[in-house]
């Protein structure tokens, strides 16, 4: 049987796919779940700890493999140049987030941001991947090809083949690809191929833009910390000097960004606005309003252009830009697109994904991918050896409820509790669907304060998540559009805002995770029970971890942000766990 191994090996966010004999994606993970590291900077997705573990359990028939990369073959060739322009463009554009310690980081700071992560850094994954456990150290040694694909076209088949459109327009955005920063695509019963639009080779990029919104605001991109952007924007108003600067700043013409001659001036006015140490961040809330904004319309020009150039009724998007679930609330609204998809892992990690499937289709090229999404709960399982050991040695209370562990778990939530919830296979991607979470009631006001200072340990101005039973959408949300990865935030109902003030935000929104009984059937009947106790078909759903930590990968993790956080009560399958 031929297996098909997807790598992320970009310097960031690695992470592994395995696609089977028949197409279907059989695992799919980030690496920094195995190795609790944020991001896994500059860690191999192929963890040579981890793989034969991964290879066992989903490859065990295996006897020829295929590994695909995400990057061409030719890119560490032109890494040099990469490296140069990477390097004058951080020189640019970076700003002193901290200056007490900024002596200390300087180096570490620009070696990861520049030469090493755009240049050594990813001629080091290529290589090492090739000498890897799976090629030298595979209990069978399987016959073995390693396959090359360009960047944007790994996105692209993340995208549109896990799509539920069997025809589409495609929109790439992030921070860098091998040419340009952004690429536009057509979809056709299982073919993707480059739109109408000739894509300029250049850095601009809408993903460094937000990395100055980012870093202006004292945050730090590289640790994930767009999030608190998007978090702090509601709270603020157009602030009409930022937003000029910015407009002005990054422009779409033809399909491509344009830059101003007076750049370099318009970036140090910029930031001449930069948070000083110290100072409170809600003094920065316009700022971090405008720079949302500003994001939004670029955006919405790239969509403009793609529908321009290849109409479709449907869009699929991908690229980091796309975590931007704020915009993508907005988008289809604002756009002449019917549909807008956006996978589970638009970003770097999701490409693991997109490289196996597109070496699956080099062998099998009559191939068409089925036209319902992926499934995101493709990743580790719960293992049982570690809840033996839990039962034995924790000196918790433990108590198997078996199928009435959603009605038990659904009471405890109605009573104020917060839960620490673990089913079945872990999400791929950034977000707890459900499977990896922790849960709370979202009717009681204060919760989301609770929340943040005793289990998050984050800032007040954070957000908290609605997941909603699918069929009670439109009762609960203006122009509900179903958001089965929590990819989009879309403005509650007034009439509904009361009833679930822990997950509305500021500005009345709702990063919402749509659930259907046929994707998740535990976390929908748990969803269920709390609705018939509460009349409430909305849970408050946020990521099973502390903030600077993933999302927990192992029982071991799960006890301890249990043990060590405000959470009340540890449900593990049908079993229940309380302090």
């Known amino acids: ?26 695992f799919a993970e980030d690496a920094e779940r195995f190795l609790q590291y944020k991001r896994g900077l500059y860690c191999l997705p192929d963890n040579p700890y981890y793989i034969e573990e991964i290879l066992k359990q989903y490859c065990a028939d295996c006897t020829e493999l295929v590994i695909a990369k995400t990057w061409s073959k030719g890119r560490a060739k032109s890494t040099n140049i990469l490296e140069n322009i990477l390097l004058s463009v951080l020189e640019t554009f970076s700003f002193n987030i901290d200056v007490n310690t900024r002596d200390i980081k300087d180096q570490f700071y620009f070696a990861r941001a520049s030469h090493a992560a755009a240049g050594r850094t990813l001629s080091r994954f290529f290589e090492a991947s090739c000498r890897n456990f799976i090629v030298g150290n595979y209990r069978k040694k399987p016959a073995t090809d390693i396959r090359y694909f360009d960047h944007h076209l790994t996105h692209a088949a993340n995208a549109c083949f896990n799509s539920p459109f069997s025809e589409a327009s ?35 990029s809408l993903g460094l833009f937000y990395t100055i919104i980012c870093e202006n605001l004292g945050f730090d991109p590289l640790k994930g910390e767009e999030w608190k952007v ?124 997109g490289a196996a499937l597109l070496s699956y289709q080099q062998d099998h090229p009559q191939w068409q991918p089925e036209t319902t999404i992926q499934s995101p709960y493709t990743g580790c399982v719960i293992k049982q050896k570690s809840l033996d050991k839990l039962a034995q040695y924790s000196h918790l209370k433990v108590t198997d409820h078996g199928d009435d562990v959603y009605r038990k778990t659904a009471e405890f939530l109605a009573e104020g509790k917060i839960i620490g919830w673990a089913q079945g296979r872990a999400e791929f991607g950034p977000r707890s669907l459900g499977n990896r979470s922790i849960l709370a009631n979202p009717c009681l006001t204060d919760m989301k304060d609770i929340i943040n200072a005793r289990v998050k340990f984050r800032e007040e101005f954070r957000p908290f998540a609605p997941s909603i039973l699918h069929e009670y959408g439109e009762e609960y949300f203006e122009n509900y559009q179903e958001s089965p990865y929590m990819e989009r935030t879309l403005v509650f109902k007034e009439a509904v805002r009361s009833k679930v003030p822990a997950v509305v935000h500021v500005d009345n929104t709702g990063r919402l995770q749509s659930v259907k009984k046929q994707w998740n059937e535990p976390y929908y009947t748990l969803i269920e029970n709390f609705r018939q106790i509460t009349g409430v078909p909305v849970v408050l759903n946020t990521s099973f971890n502390i903030m600077g930590k993933p999302i927990v990968h192992s029982v071991e993790d799960m006890l301890a942000v249990f043990l060590m956080s405000g959470i009340d009560i540890l449900v593990i399958n049908n079993t229940i766990y309380e302090k």
């Open 230 to 353: 998007m978090g702090l924007a509601p709270y603020g108003k157009k602030d009409d000097t930022v937003y000029n600067l910015l407009r002005s700043s990054l422009q779409v013409k033809n399909g491509n960004f344009a830059v101003p001659k007076n750049l370099n001036a318009i970036m140090q006015e910029i930031k001449s606005m930069a948070r000083a140490p110290g100072e409170s961040v809600e003094q920065y809330k316009d700022f971090a309003y405008t720079g949302q904004l500003v994001f939004s319309e670029i955006f919405m020009d790239l969509i403009n252009a793609i529908y321009e150039h290849a109409p479709s009724k449907n869009l699929t998007i991908a690229g980091g830009c796309a975590l931007n679930s704020s915009f993508m609330g907005t988008a289809l609204g604002q756009s002449k697109f019917d549909n807008i998809y956006v996978p589970s892992a638009p970003a770097d990690n999701g490409n693991a994904i």
């Open 1 to 26: 049987m031929k297996y098909y191994i997807g790598l992320a090996t970009s310097f960031h966010d690695p992470a592994l796919a395995i696609v089977d004999a028949h197409g279907n994606v059989v």
């Open 170 to 204: 495609c929109l790439i955005v992030d921070g860098m690809g091998e040419k340009s920063s952004i690429d536009y695509f057509t979809y056709k019963n299982g073919v993707i191929t480059p739109a109408p639009i000739k894509v300029k080779r250049s850095f601009k």
